[in-house]
T-cell receptor, first 111, second 115 residues
Framework: EDQVTQSPEALRLQEGESSSLNCSYT??????LFWYRQDPGKGPEFLFT???AGEEKEKERLKATLTKKESFLHITAPKPEDSATYLC????????????FGTGTKLQVIP | DGGITQSPKYLFRKEGQNVTLSCEQN?????MYWYRQDPGQGLRLIYY???????QKGDIAEGYSVSREKKESFPLTVTSAQKNPTAFYLC??????????????FGQGTRLTVV
């Protein structure tokens, strides 16, 4: 069974204090690892898809990286508007290509 | 603007009542999904559909039903058989390609409360 574990559950940063969120996974044939941002009471917003180990993608202050066992979401010099819950998910290579989500990391950036 | 529209945003259900959540997309996506989100748990798949007039049960389909009569629409009915329906419900869609499906895009959710 595919599993996604995100750590830490919650993270509190001062504005400008860079850090990383971790997503550890086990999956039957990785067909994509996804990062989403979710604001309270809203649907998840797509950020990145990574397909193979060594791949990296960037968007503003966010950078996602992928190894064979985990992915990191690096946040450089965060701002209060980066506060949200960040979700990680993996898609497997089965007939349906099921997507399994982690429980997320709740990030709070303090001015 | 292309996107996924869920309605209503808030819904209240009485004991023993069926309610239907609406999901409409204008992204021309083939695949559509319903997820349930509870505090402290990851998103759990209720039903999915890859083409019109076809849908499959997800991990927690008991007490729910769906239809897919049009490509744009994938309504979810929460029946009286669902004993713990209070949750945040999310609809999503994705594009089918030769290699599978692309990343999913989500609607803004419907919060269902049993009263």
């Amino acid at each position: 069974e595919d599993q996604v574990t995100q750590s830490p559950e919650a993270l509190r940063l001062q504005e400008g204090e860079s850090s990383s969120l971790n997503c550890s996974y086990t999956v039957s044939g990785l067909r994509g690892l996804f990062w989403y941002r979710q604001d309270p009471g809203k649907g998840p917003e797509f950020l990145f898809t990574l397909y193979s180990a060594g791949e990296e993608k960037e968007k503003e202050r966010l950078k996602a990286t992928l190894t064979k066992k985990e992915s990191f979401l690096h946040i450089t010099a965060p701002k209060p508007e980066d506060s949200a819950t960040y979700l990680c998910a993996v898609r497997n290579s089965g007939g349906y290509q099921k997507v399994t989500f982690g429980t997320g990391t709740k990030l709070q950036v303090i001015p | 603007d292309g996107g996924i529209t869920q309605s209503p945003k808030y819904l209240f259900r009485k004991e023993g009542q069926n309610v239907t959540l609406s999901c409409e997309q204008n992204l021309n996506h083939d695949a559509m999904y319903w997820y349930r989100q509870d505090p402290g748990q990851g998103l759990r798949l209720i039903y999915y559909s890859q083409i019109v007039n076809d849908f499959q049960k997800g991990d927690i389909a008991e007490g729910y039903s769906v239809s897919r009569e049009k490509k744009e629409s994938f309504p979810l009915t929460v029946t009286s058989a669902q004993k713990n329906p209070t949750a945040f419900y999310l609809c999503a869609s994705s594009l089918r390609t030769g290699g599978g499906t692309t990343e999913a895009f989500f609607g803004q959710g419907t919060r269902l409360t049993v009263v």
